[in-house]
């Protein structure tokens, strides 16, 4: 994922993050283009989001951390774990959102306008 293909941290960034920061983690792609989809695809009764693989990257942790004991210990991810998401950018390059996802943007977010107007 280009957006997450940093190699390392950013030494300004870390000089303000590391004091907040528990942990770390590197994923592989997979977890970043399932994220993707399912934030396009989600469950009945949940609106779409369009989030490039950057912004999914909690999510795709989150996946991760589903795959690998591990990471759920290092993590506390039991079932009284409370997780806050947060969404940095859509879909910051739209050929590369559409293989993905396998529509632009527009058709995903239409589906939240169509739910909308069958909300009442």
Do not use: F
Request: hydrophobic share 50%.
């Amino acid at each position: 994922m280009a957006g997450l293909a940093c190699g390392e941290v950013s030494e300004l960034a870390w000089q303000i993050l590391h004091g907040g920061a528990a942990a770390a983690i590197a994923i592989e792609d997979k977890y970043a283009i399932e994220a993707v989809r399912l934030l396009a695809n989600p469950s009945a009764g949940d609106a779409p989001i369009v989030a490039g693989e950057t912004g999914g990257s909690g999510l795709a942790a989150l996946l991760a951390a589903r795959d690998d004991a591990d990471i759920r210990q290092t993590l506390a991810l039991d079932r009284n774990a409370r997780v806050l998401l947060l969404g940095s950018e859509g879909d910051t390059d739209p050929a590369i959102y559409r293989e993905l996802v396998g529509r632009p943007a527009a058709q995903v977010l239409a589906r939240v306008t169509a739910n909308r107007g069958n909300a009442g």
